[in-house]
């Protein structure tokens, strides 16, 4: 079975910059897609970004200009680093992945999933 940990979080200032990474492990796939979601407290999952196999980037209309996606696929790592965080950023971040080529932005479209990772960005 696929197994997805993301790691990276943890508590950070109003305008400060993390790196969350994803570690893929299991089940080799020829291609993946993987992408990036939130979810805060009394709030649905949403989407923040996601890569496809040829490096395709799609983003949130939120974190465009401030986050970036990025993959090595040698390593089986995908990272979201985050700059200029605010407070409403705060969540737990998941890190998913599916079996295709195209980048997806809907929880449904995602197999596997990671266990998350805190994010607390301060006033």
């Known amino acids: 079975q696929v197994q997805l940990v993301e790691s990276g979080g943890g508590l950070v200032q109003a305008g400060g910059s993390l790196r969350l990474s994803c570690a893929m492990s299991?089940?080799?796939?020829?291609?993946?897609?993987v992408g990036w979601f939130r979810q805060a407290p009394g709030k649905e999952r949403e989407f923040v970004a996601a890569?496809?196999?040829?490096?395709?980037?799609y983003y949130a209309d939120s974190v465009k200009g401030r986050f970036t996606i990025s993959r090595d696929n040698a390593k089986n790592m995908v990272y979201l680093q985050m700059n200029s965080l605010k407070p409403e950023d705060t969540a737990v971040y998941y890190c998913?992945?599916?079996?295709?080529?195209?980048?997806?932005?809907?929880?449904?479209?995602?197999?596997?999933w990671g266990q998350g990772t805190q994010v607390t960005v301060s006033s």
């Open positions: 998913a992945l599916d079996p295709t080529i195209a980048p997806k932005r809907e929880v449904y479209e995602y197999d596997y």
């Open positions: 299991g089940r080799t796939f020829s291609s993946y897609a």
């Open positions: 890569i496809g196999w040829s490096s395709r980037t």
